[in-house]
């Protein structure tokens, strides 16, 4: 997929870094959705309601923004110039 | 005490318009200057691509949070 | 809000001072032309099914008559539908899929003219109403991408390791994984086609409701004063400026709904690294 003769960026290239631009948002609202629902339903039966929405919202943006550092530096592992600091395990 | 001035109505729209100024300009800027680095140095394509995705989420998510708020605080 | 009456009404700015009768999601309901049941279940024949049949008919008619004797040097017809059939191929399928992503080619272009097509005739006069406005319409289609790239990907990867391939991220300490495979899951099942839907819909009738506002803003100040002319006027020319707008809307939400299947049906044909 990475070609690492390639000097200069490549269409697949540009279709990665579009594909990972619409995965963040997706993650990012799965996980507003899953652990706000999560919130949601702990609130219910516990009371407090509110606190433990924005307790899970703001966790849920926590997780969906790590996913998304973990997938980035995935990819970038593959890549020629990052090879020196993160060799391939 | 009198009131002067009121705003009713809906006023999550009125905060999510408000919530998505930021990060449009926010995510402008991001890959706005990406494309320059790029442009500059495309070598550094990779590492640039990964700090570029890493911006945008950061700052979708704070769009994201805004569209969100008035449907669980409002009334 | 009834057009009809509205016109009867004679409600200007000027003369009677009414409020501005401002169009609402009532737009979007039409008066039936014919009613019936089957099966319990209540059809109705309005606007938006005519108008559904006649964009389905222009497409099929279109292509059946391109390709019905095709020459090696092709006559006008055929080279239009060679053109449009190619654009398909090129700049979407082999840009995303690559080259084993020819066999999706036609599924990919009837989608393409069909969501086009049914998107103009938001602005055919005459017709008027983008029928992808209507919420039906980009969910059912919705969901034959779905059913597509869900049973593609499970035919081509294996049915379990379809889901556990896009689940566990790569570099990802294991602990976290059992807080992380959630939203994977629910990023590749729930939010890919709800945001494909809503992105179809939500900008064909935010550009219906748009251009209906200035229409009948330049309705509603029309009356033979200075305030009625200037603001006439310039609610006309806004419609003109919106309507252009429009067109260039409905195209690129063509082509971003094309482009979102063939990247959903390259991800599911391709496994994940």
New interface residues.
Partial sequence: M?DPDA???TSN?GR??AD??WR??S???AG?LFY?GLGWLIGKYFGHQ?LF??AG?IIG?ML??YL??AR??A??RD????DLRNPPQ | MSILAEVTGSLGSIGYGLAAIGPGIGIGIIFGQGVQA?ARQ??????I??N???G???A??LA??GF?VPF??GK | MNFSTLATESCHLVPSGCGFPAPSADIFFLKPYATFSLFGINFEVNKTVILVTMVAIIVIGFFMAAFRAPKIVPGKLQSIGEQAYLFIRDQIAREVIGSDGDRFVPFLASLFFFVWIANLMGVIPGAQFPVMSSLAFPVSLTLMVYVTYVVIGMKSQGPIKFFTNAAFPPGVPKVMYVLLTPLELLGLLVTRPVTQAIRLFANMFAGHLLITTFTVGAWYLFSPSVIGALGSVTSFGVTVVLTGFEMFIQGLQAFIFTLLTAVYIGGSLHAEH
């Fill in positions: 990475n000097k200069y960026p290239d990665e870094t990972m631009a963040v948002v993650y990012l609202s507003l706000g509110q929405i924005a919202l943006i969906a923004l998304t550092y980035v530096t990819i970038g890549a020629t110039t990052s | 790029i495309p070598e550094a394509y990779g590492v691509r990964q570029m995705i890493l945008f989420a950061l979708e998510a994201l949070i969100v669980v605080f």
